[in-house]
């Protein structure tokens, strides 16, 4: 289950993963994330993920509840009348802006590439980018999925490992991590516990 981390400690990591993507401009800050795009939004992707999930599930159950209107959209606004104070409220709307973002250009073919060619910090940051769409609850995982893996058979070594090409280029980290991407089917259950919502919390 891993170490304890206290919920503060949490929301300023989360926050400051945010804090990689610029929902005004639709681009990545990437001057903490050594200039490489995949890293930044891969990390932004992961940080919003629980957190836009439990917005949209809100506003889901608001409007079932006759609270909203089905055709009002994801907003400050809507998240307030679904039960939220304006700075929840402000705090979960941009988690949305940054998760629906930050996911399409983790998945972007050029943003993809990474260094130019695979270290461990490519493969780290698949990982964040596949364990974020599964906590989303976001059907584009299977897609995801599929082209992931299909990357990694690619870049496979003869013997079955994976090594990277800069930086953290460790066997064992890589394949690791690479296992860890392959077999996150295997892990649903629990990731998507992970981004669980408790509705009687509201």
């Not at 304890?4 to 993507?21: G, I, M, P, Y």
């Not at 608001?62 to 055709?71: I, M, N, T, V, Y």
């Amino acid at each position: 289950q891993g170490a304890q981390v206290d919920s503060t400690s949490l929301e300023l990591a989360r926050d400051f993963q945010k804090a990689n993507f610029d929902v005004s401009s639709g681009s990545a800050v990437t001057e903490r994330a050594a200039g490489i795009t995949l890293y930044a939004v891969s990390s932004s992707t992961r940080s919003s993920a629980k957190q836009a999930r439990e917005a949209k599930e809100r506003v889901k159950q608001a409007k079932r509840e006759g609270r909203l209107q089905d055709d009002d959209e994801m907003s400050v606004k809507a998240l307030e009348e679904a039960g939220y104070s304006r700075s929840e409220a402000e705090k979960l709307n941009t988690a949305v802006q940054v998760y629906d973002a930050a996911k399409v250009q983790s998945q972007d073919a050029n943003v993809v590439t990474g260094f130019g060619n695979n270290g461990g910090e490519e493969f780290l940051s698949f990982l964040q980018t596949g364990e974020s769409l599964v906590i989303g609850k976001d059907d584009g995982w299977r897609s995801w999925y599929q082209q992931t893996s299909g990357r990694l058979v690619d870049i496979q070594n003869p013997d079955g490992s994976w090594n990277g090409h800069h930086c953290i280029t460790s066997p064992v980290f890589c394949t690791a991590t690479a296992l860890l991407i392959l077999s996150i089917n295997n892990d649903i259950e629990h990731l998507l516990a992970q981004g669980a919502v408790e509705y009687d919390a509201k």
